[in-house]
T-cell receptor, first 112, second 108 residues
Framework: DTGVSQNPRHKITKRGQNVTFRCDPISEHNRLYWYRQTLGQGPEFLTYFQNEAQLEKSRLLSDRFSAERPKGSFSTLEIQRTEQGDSAMYLC??????????FGSGTQLSVL | GQSLEQPSEVTAVEGAIVQINCTYQTSGFYGLSWYQQHDGGAPTFLSYNALDGLEETGRFSSFLSRSDSYGYLLLQELQMKDSASYFCAAQVENKLTFGTGTQLKVEL
């Protein structure tokens, strides 16, 4: 069990730029989740995959956000035309079921 | 919508027992999880209750009452390393909805 790995750990970008984050889940987990967390708040659900299928996406999620999980392994989260309000910690988690998730250390995004 | 309420802060002394409460309003509730998060770290799983009652894992115990839409996390023999944020999270179908978290400060 090597844990959930996320890259990069930190990303600073200018408003209007596109950014992409990567998540490598625990290999035997078929479920992969993306969450967003801001200071003093709990993680907020963005989307989740079962194998390569994206099964649910938050209704609050802007169309500027897109996620993929090709071949049911690693996943990428892309944010297009970033805004200052997108600044947050982006967390990836994997698990066999939703009740017990293993989180990565996250990607801290700062939009200037 | 889904909502979970927790106290924002709790302070206790080393060696004491502390209880962190969580009340929830959700539809399609499956169970309640608890996570610990140190500053700058990832949330880590502590416990999960699907049925009413108490689950014990070492110094940590978690309780659920589905009829009261209420749960708590009990931490015994507090240690300085327990200073962290604690989140309850409701499992609704295939995802977790997190509360805003309780910051626990353990003092000497």
């Amino acid at each position: 069990d090597t844990g959930v790995s996320q890259n990069p750990r930190h990303k600073i970008t200018k408003r209007g730029q596109n950014v992409t984050f990567r998540c490598d889940p625990i290999s035997e987990h078929n479920r992969l989740y993306w969450y967003r967390q801001t200071l003093g708040q709990g993680p907020e659900f963005l989307t989740y995959f079962q194998n390569e299928a994206q099964l649910e996406k938050s209704r609050l999620l802007s169309d500027r956000f897109s996620a993929e999980r090709p071949k049911g392994s690693f996943s990428t989260l892309e944010i297009q035309r970033t805004e200052q309000g997108d600044s947050a910690m982006y967390l990836c988690a994997s698990g066999r079921g939703a009740e017990k998730l293993f989180f990565g250390s996250g990607t801290q995004l700062s939009v200037l | 919508g889904q909502s979970l309420e927790q106290p924002s802060e709790v302070t206790a002394v080393e060696g004491a027992i502390v209880q962190i409460n969580c009340t929830y309003q959700t539809s399609g509730f499956y169970g309640l999880s608890w996570y610990q998060q140190h500053d700058g770290g990832a949330p880590t799983f502590l416990s999960y209750n699907a049925l009413d009652g108490l689950e014990e894992t070492g110094r940590f115990s978690s309780f659920l009452s589905r009829s009261d839409s209420y749960g708590y996390l009990l931490l015994q023999e507090l240690q300085m390393k327990d200073s962290a944020s604690y989140f309850c999270a409701a499992q609704v179908e295939n995802k977790l909805t997190f509360g805003t978290g309780t910051q626990l400060k353990v003092e000497l």
